[in-house]
T-cell receptor
Framework: NAGVTQTPKFQVLKTGQSMTLQCAQDMNHNSMYWYRQDPGMGLRLIYYSASEGTTDKGEVPNGYNVSRLNKREFSLRLESAAPSQTSVYFC??????????FGPGTRLTVT | GENVEQHPSTLSVQEGDSAVIKCTYSDSASNYFPWYKQELGKRPQLIIDIRSNVGEKKDQRIAVTLNKTAKHFSLHITETQPEDSAVYFCAASKSAGNKLTFGGGTRVLVKP
């Protein structure tokens, strides 16, 4: 039981490049989330998916897109990376009103 | 939307002393309040949570209290140990999708 997994662990992009962050969970959770964490700050919700087939914007969605591929997988795409998107990205999953389980994070640097 | 404020931003205590972190929230409809601990370079992990139908909850050296009228909740750590050193985040949620709004975090340093 791996819990929540994320790939890649680290990534360096140039401004304007695109990439997709992958997330998968094996706990059969309905809800999945993407957060970003900037140095010295809390976690801010980018997008979430309350159930398979649905996605909704969070607090900071601009510059990102998501896909809930199936119940297990939830990907985050940066179409044209900007230095302001340098951050640590965490994926999480949960059942409604229960604990959110976080993945190990992806450290992204945009130069 | 919901706004969660957390204080203090840093907290230094002597080993064995108690630590208290306070959070306030803005949306009276919020009804789930988890606390996460994040060690350096690691993922956040839930340490305790409380729901709005409960005023206090304890788990060994950790306790959380909730005051719905004042819209604030607090984390209490007793008999602190060096392994308690970490960043602690409070959060609040009200939706069926369990969308969490996090506070800004408190960096706790326990000095031996």
């Amino acid at each position: 039981n791996a819990g929540v997994t994320q790939t890649p662990k680290f990534q360096v992009l140039k401004t304007g490049q695109s990439m997709t962050l992958q997330c998968a969970q094996d706990m059969n959770h309905n809800s999945m989330y993407w957060y970003r964490q900037d140095p010295g700050m809390g976690l801010r919700l980018i997008y979430y998916s309350a159930s398979e087939g649905t996605t909704d914007k969070g607090e900071v969605p601009n510059g990102y897109n998501v896909s809930r591929l199936n119940k297990r997988e939830f990907s985050l795409r940066l179409e044209s990376a900007a230095p302001s998107q340098t951050s640590v990205y965490f994926c999480a999953s949960s059942e409604a009103f229960y604990e959110q389980y976080f993945g190990p994070g992806t450290r992204l640097t945009v130069t | 939307g919901e706004n969660v404020e957390q204080h203090p931003s840093t907290l230094s205590v002597q080993e064995g002393d108690s630590a208290v972190i306070k959070c306030t929230y803005s949306d009276s409809a919020s009804n789930y309040f988890p606390w996460y601990k994040q060690e350096l370079g690691k993922r956040p992990q839930l340490i305790i949570d409380i729901r709005s139908n409960v005023g206090e909850k304890k788990d060994q050296r950790i306790a959380v209290t909730l005051n719905k009228t004042a819209k604030h909740f607090s984390l209490h750590i007793t008999e602190t140990q060096p392994e308690d050193s970490a960043v602690y985040f409070c959060a609040a949620s009200k939706s069926a999708g369990n969308k969490l709004t996090f506070g800004g975090g408190t960096r706790v340093l326990v000095k031996p």
